[in-house]
């Protein structure tokens, strides 16, 4: 069974741009969390998409966004950069919500904002 | 609301020594508790898991076991190896809440000496 897929590994981009990261979850499963890695911050929540609807979200502002498509692969969009987004974006899959289900993670995307 | 403090890293040991890393939560509910271990250029993994008070979660000779009286679910292995330098993150689920997110923390990084 093939893992969680991110595209793509790394990524450099300028002030001001705007990103999209794509996540591909395991088959099966329907719910996708997102979360920023910085050093500084440790892992943070972004969002959680299950069945296409946004479930939950975290303390990021609106220059944050994703959205699910009906085959469960997810992206997200971050507008407007800035250097403090520069970070290691990982997103998870699971089959449900809640911690009933494990969360399997792909290996992330490496975003660094020059 | 909702948090999880790990011990500050690095933690270095030698080979076949013993491993306690400290975890302690703050939660309204009744969480689900978590480890995750994240190797070097990967994703996290779920290593163990304990859903409520006085529950043990093991994997692979890792152990850690609920305690709602003192909030923490500390990591220990009997005897580690060099294949155990990674990053280990403790982290709760509260659906209780009314959300599902994963809170995590900052993670203690382990290097094992041979």
């Known amino acids: 069974k093939a893992g969680v897929t991110q595209t793509p590994r790394y990524l450099i981009k300028t002030r001001g741009q705007q990103v999209t990261l794509s996540c591909s979850p395991i088959?099966?499963?329907?719910?996708v969390s997102w979360y920023q890695q910085t050093p500084g911050q440790g892992l943070q929540f972004l969002f959680e998409?299950?069945?296409?609807?946004?479930?939950n979200k975290g303390n990021f502002p609106g220059r944050f966004s994703g959205r699910q498509f009906s085959n469960s692969r997810s992206e997200m969009n971050v507008s407007t950069l800035e250097l403090g987004d520069s970070a290691l974006y990982l997103c998870?899959?699971?089959?449900?919500?809640?911690?009933?289900?494990?969360?399997?993670f792909g290996p992330g995307t490496r975003l660094t904002v020059t | 609301g909702n948090s999880v403090t790990q011990m500050e890293g690095p933690v270095t040991l030698s080979e076949e020594a013993f491993l306690t890393i400290n975890c302690t939560y703050t939660?309204?509910?009744?969480?689900?508790l978590f480890w995750y271990v994240q190797y070097p250029g990967e994703g996290l993994q779920l290593l163990l898991k304990?859903?409520?008070?006085?529950d043990k979660g093991s994997n692979k000779g890792f152990e850690a076991t609920y305690r709602k009286e003192t909030t923490s679910f500390h990591l220990e292995k009997g005897s580690v190896q060099v294949s155990d330098s990674a990053v280990y993150f403790c982290?709760?689920?509260?659906?209780?809440?009314?959300?599902?997110?994963?809170?995590f923390g900052t993670g203690t990084r382990l290097k094992v000496l041979a």
């Open positions: 998870a899959s699971s089959q449900g919500q809640g911690p009933t289900y494990e969360q399997y």
């Open positions: 088959s099966g499963h329907r719910s």
């Open positions: 998409y299950f069945s296409e609807t946004q479930r």
């Open positions: 939660a309204t509910g009744y969480p689900s």
């Open positions: 304990a859903t409520k008070a006085d």
């Open positions: 982290a709760l689920s509260d659906p209780t809440s009314g959300t599902y997110k994963y809170i």
